[in-house]
């Protein structure tokens, strides 16, 4: 029973959520529920060549999915702006 995956779900509203090394996710999925129209933020720390990474912007009703094929995920940033809500699965 050593090697089940373990699960995390919960949902945030008005704070962010950080995912690091430490925490040993490989996969997550990432829903912006608000009935608003706010968005929700994510932020990578990967720089890609002269590219760092900067926030994007997740939309009422879409979903961001990040695997690593069994890597740990780095770093990672979820923000809900107040009144904003974001459901949050992840393995590890």
């Known amino acids: 029973m050593s090697n089940q995956k373990r699960v995390f779900t919960g949902t945030i509203t008005n704070t962010s959520f950080v995912i690091d090394a430490q925490s040993s996710i490989t996969h997550i999925s990432i829903k912006n529920k608000s009935t608003s129209s706010g968005v929700i933020t994510v932020l990578g720390t990967l720089p890609i060549g002269s590219l760092n990474p ?26 809900a702006a107040a009144g904003e809500f974001v459901d949050i699965i992840a393995s590890q």
Do not use: R
């Not at 009422?60 to 940033?77: D, P, Y």
């Open 54 to 79: 900067s926030a994007i912007d997740v939309g009422v009703g879409e979903i961001v999915t990040i695997g690593t094929g069994g890597s740990v995920i780095g770093a990672l940033t979820i923000v």
